[in-house]
């Protein structure tokens, strides 16, 4: 079954408790070297691009493939993407205003400017945001990124506080064969801050709609106080 024109859907609390089960279960997932202080390894700062929506949406809340109430959800392989926000000590963030962007399943950005514009799945949000907790932790429900001209498979990450701008960044599917050609992302020097925006997508054990979820914690060069 090609899981890129799957539908599904699920009630807006539905979605919330999910979430809350991913973020909670993010200790399954392998842990990069950096989990402690004396090896974390700073995030790198990457462009913000040119597709950061121009018109945000009506809909700005950490579930982007159903916006508002819809019944519709959009396409593409339904990935959880949770994490933490970190300052250099290895303190989690509290607070930090993260927010993302990503073009559809069919490579279309939110943005005016797409190039295939008229394509763009109007049922994805393209755009999300989310406020971390205590522990420095954010989620969201979105789709597996998928390649578009020039570039690999990628989504955006802008981390603020208070106002502040903290970090521009972008993560990538680990071993996607898109990687080694694209551009940007071999602008990246450093091997170990190269390895540390790759992200595995796995399958959700027992997902009856083929369900991906990763982890991508941001380490940021700089305390919140000091940017």
Known sequence: MNLMNRKTFERPDETRRHLMRMMAMGAIFATRPGAYADELVKTPAQTEGPFFPDKLPLDTDNDLIVI????????GIVTWVTGKILDPTGQPVRNALVEIWQADAHGAYLHSGSDNDDKRDKQFQGYGRFLTGSDGSYGFR????????????????????SGKHLLTTQCYVKDHPGNAKDGVLRGIRDKKQLESVMVDFRPIEGSKIGELAGRFDVVLGLTPADA
């Open 68 to 75: 508002n109430d819809s019944t519709s959800p959009s396409d």
């Open 142 to 161: 979105t789709i597996k990124p998928v390649p578009y001209p020039g570039r690999s498979p990628h989504i955006h990450y802008k981390i603020t506080k």
